[in-house]
Nanobody, 120 residues
Framework: QVQLMESGGGLVQAGGSLRLSCAAS????????MGWFRQAPGKQREMVAT???????NYADSVKGRFTISRDNAENTVDLQMDSLKPEDTAVYHC??????????????WGQGTQVTVSS
């Protein structure tokens, strides 16, 4: 069983910063893509940022220049540094990992989410 554990959410004023972290554990052979998604009340879940095993990144237009995703392949962790936060960044942030199991099955899993609230 593979689990993702997120940490680092909280309440911050507009213009402030937060850093989210996510650690994967369990019977993972190798993690492929890791990423962060978010879901605000009444809205669909949307991609925030993803990073491949080789370090290629992809960002939502709304966070480009403000958020930075990074990962540690040896530790199976992914972080999201969020700067210049805006009230519209308020959401539950979920970590996602796509990975191979030991039998080469390809799977995807989600973390339970961490709340980020940005006050104006």
């Amino acid at each position: 069983q593979v689990q993702l554990m997120e940490s680092g959410g909280g309440l911050v004023q507009a213009g402030g910063s937060l850093r989210l972290s996510c650690a994967a554990s369990g019977s993972i052979f190798r993690i492929d893509v890791m990423g962060w998604f978010r879901q605000a009340p009444g809205k669909q879940r949307e991609m925030v940022a993803t990073i491949s095993r080789g370090g290629n990144t992809n960002y939502a237009d709304s966070v480009k220049g403000r958020f930075t995703i990074s990962r540690d392949n040896a530790e199976n962790t992914v972080d999201l540094q969020m700067d210049s936060l805006k009230p519209e960044d308020t959401a539950v942030y979920h970590c996602n990992a796509q990975f191979w199991l030991g039998d080469m099955q390809y799977r995807s899993t989600w973390g339970q989410g961490t709340q980020v609230t940005v006050s104006s």
